[in-house]
């Protein structure tokens, strides 16, 4: 069965300061790895990982996977009150669909 | 425009009802899938949809059925509606490249 973990389940930070999460999985025939933010509404996309150590940027977010390892991380760098969401990361299972973790509540404090 | 959209946005009703969700999409995708979030529950997969004539079960299939009428349209039916199918229930459709998945705004029902 595939499965999803997220670390940690919440975290409280101020703003500026940087933050790491977490997502470990266990899937049949990795093809990929997505991670998505949910504010008070959908999941929007973020990233998708493929291969092992290239690093995904986008501004302030970056990801970067570990297939060996089977872990993947979401670094957020100089924080805002705008990026308190819930960080969820998901993976393809063997039947092409998504394994979701259950997220990590990110809430930032001004 | 949105390119996934979901009505009603909110709903509530009572126990032992019959109640229709839709979804409608314009990106062209042939895959859709329906999913309910429940507090530290993550997302889970009701039904799915690789195209019109396809439908699957997903991981917590009992008590919804489905009916996808076209390539765009996508149904969630709940047949007798009980209080814990209370949630927040979203559409999501791919192009399958990737499994990427675009989400629609969702759905918030209350079953009392």
């Known amino acids: 069965e595939d499965k999803v973990v997220q670390s940690p389940l919440s975290l409280v930070v101020h703003e500026g300061d940087t933050v790491t999460l977490n997502c470990s999985y266990e899937?049949?025939?990795?093809?990929?790895l997505l991670w998505y933010k949910q504010e008070k509404k959908a999941p929007t996309f973020l990233f998708m990982l493929?291969?092992?150590?290239i690093e995904k940027k986008s501004g302030r977010l970056s990801s970067i996977l570990d297939k060996k390892e089977l872990f993947s991380i979401l670094n957020i760098t100089a924080t805002q009150t705008g990026d308190s969401a819930v960080y969820l990361c998901?993976?393809?299972?063997?039947?092409?669909?998504?394994?979701f973790g259950s997220g990590t509540q990110l809430t930032v404090l001004p | 425009d949105a390119d996934v959209t979901q009505t009603p946005r909110n709903r509530i009703t009572k126990t032992g009802k019959r109640i229709m969700l839709e979804c409608s999409q314009t990106?062209?995708?042939?895959?859709m899938y329906w999913y309910r979030q429940d507090p530290g529950l993550g997302l889970r997969l009701i039904y799915y949809?690789?195209?019109?004539?396809?439908?699957n079960k997903g991981e917590i299939s009992d008590g919804y059925s489905v009916s996808r009428q076209a390539q765009a349209k996508f149904s969630l039916s709940l047949e007798s509606a009980i209080p814990n199918q209370t949630a927040l229930y979203f559409c999501?459709?791919?192009?399958?490249?990737?499994?990427?998945?675009?989400f629609g705004p969702g759905t918030r029902l209350l079953v009392l």
């Open positions: 999501a459709t791919s192009d399958g490249v990737w499994e990427t998945q675009y």
């Open positions: 899937v049949t025939n990795f093809r990929s």
């Open positions: 493929t291969s092992s150590g």
């Open positions: 998901a993976v393809p299972g063997s039947a092409r669909q998504l394994t």
């Open positions: 990106k062209g995708h042939d895959r």
């Open positions: 949809s690789f195209d019109v004539k396809d439908i």
